[in-house]
């Protein structure tokens, strides 16, 4: 039997910085501490290093509850206040990640490489001392007695479960965070589903679009009702859409589908002309060209392929001269495009995972579990989902970290107190 302080499941975003923070907490106080990271890959930050496009999009300069979707509001802002944004981007400065904004609150690595934020993470790590078992899958987590006892093999005295969420995971890749923390009453996992992901369309939805990109506002309803709105590029795909408004609006369709309710997206794909500007426009353009295929007359505005499409659901042939009288029609049908949604991309085409650990059941200051002392958990497996944008990487940084000095401030007093 190997004994620890702290075993650490899952050495990804969250699980490095709760290693980090747990040993530089008990550096504070004169200790050290005994840390392990178990880690099912072959090394550490798998999945960091796809984020932003592989450049890593680690925080937003514009931070607060409102950009998580998912997650009690007053819970995540006590996250927060304990482990401030600003906190995260001093420690990624003083491990050499400094920091640069996009022009629009996305912050990256100055390097823009994702690669340098996951090497800089494990030095820091092993720096202080931290152990990291790879290549090894978490099957079971006992509580005996004061301690934990992991695999069977391995037991520490205070447990935190950094194994993240299971989008982006292939069918070929093993993942049972959540059945860990279910092998332990007092922790309730809420049903998990795909977020910020591509939506699947119904209704006539023409696959022939796949590949075509144009900025567009993608509004979802659920019946009358304005869930989420966002302007940005969409890409059409074989079977639905995508892109940075669709992934953000993906979060509020999961929820109200996973609760059975109809949800449709709507498409305006000129959102920087109202209806009378777009108007004035297509009346004068099919005066001054009366006898031109309709197909010919809008390259400026909307990709051909996506022009031939909206010109056949207004009912005008895209070979023919367009008919003055179908103006109107194909103004509506340009500014609100719709699709009923059938479905979210699957989990393995997500990036963040829905649900998770419910959130009640662990101390918002602590992030330790309140019927299993010594058990903390953080980053994705909880029941947080925040926007792109950085937004869920700020999370895991501000959880991990909150984790890891929770613990270590936990053993530490323990000690203090037997002396």
């Not at 995540?76 to 609150?105: H, V, W, Y």
């Not at 004061?146 to 995971?169: M, P, Q, W």
């Not at 074989?238 to 109809?262: F, M, N, T, Y």
């Amino acid at each position: 039997m190997q004994h620890y302080d702290i075993i650490i499941i899952g050495a990804g975003a969250s699980g490095l910085c709760a290693a980090a923070e747990a040993q530089r907490t008990a550096e504070a106080r004169g200790r050290h501490l005994q840390i392990l990271m178990i880690e099912k890959e072959k090394s550490p930050g798998k999945k960091l290093l796809a984020t932003g496009n592989g450049r890593c999009n680690l925080g937003n300069k514009h931070m607060g509850a409102e950009y998580y979707p998912l997650g009690d509001p007053s819970f995540i802002e006590n996250i927060f206040a304990a482990c401030p944004p600003q906190e995260n981007l001093d420690f990624f400065r003083e491990i050499g990640i400094p920091t640069f904004d996009d022009g629009s609150g996305r912050l990256y690595p100055l390097s823009r490489r994702a690669g340098a934020v996951v090497q800089a993470l494990r030095t820091e790590c092993e720096r202080v001392g931290a152990q990291l078992l790879c290549e090894t899958a978490v099957t079971s987590i006992k509580k005996t007695g004061r301690d934990y006892l992991v695999n069977g093999g391995y037991a520490a005295n205070c447990l935190i479960l950094a194994a993240g969420g299971s989008a982006g995971l292939r069918k070929t890749d093993a993942y049972n965070g959540y059945g860990l923390l279910q092998q332990n009453p007092g922790i309730r996992v809420t049903p998990t589903f795909p977020c910020l992901c591509g939506l699947k369309l119904a209704g006539g939805y023409p696959s022939g679009l796949k590949g075509v990109r144009n900025i567009s506002r993608a509004a979802v309803y659920s019946g009358d009702s304005l869930l989420f709105a966002e302007t940005g590029e969409v890409q059409f795909n074989a079977d639905g859409i995508s892109g940075i408004p669709v992934l953000q609006a993906s979060v509020e369709a999961a929820r109200a589908l996973a609760d059975g309710k109809p949800v449709t997206v709507a498409l305006d794909l000129l959102p920087s002309l109202d209806a009378d500007a777009l108007r004035a426009f297509l009346t004068a353009v099919v005066r001054r060209y009366p006898a031109t295929a309709a197909e010919q007359l809008f390259g400026g505005y909307l990709p051909k392929p996506l022009c031939v499409y909206l010109l056949k659901r207004a009912g005008v042939a895209p070979s023919a001269p367009f008919p003055p009288q179908k103006v109107p029609a194909f103004i509506q049908t340009v500014k609100r495009c719709d699709f009923p949604v059938a479905g979210t991309a699957d989990l393995p085409d997500a990036q963040v995972t829905g649900g998770g650990a419910d959130l009640a059941c662990f101390h918002a200051d602590t992030l330790e579990a309140k019927r299993l002392p010594g058990l903390f958990a953080c980053g994705e497996i909880l029941n947080v989902t925040g926007r792109c944008g950085g937004y869920n990487l700020m999370w895991a940084w501000s959880s991990g970290r909150l984790a890891g000095r929770s613990a270590a401030k936990k053993i530490c007093n323990r000690q203090e107190s037997s002396c």
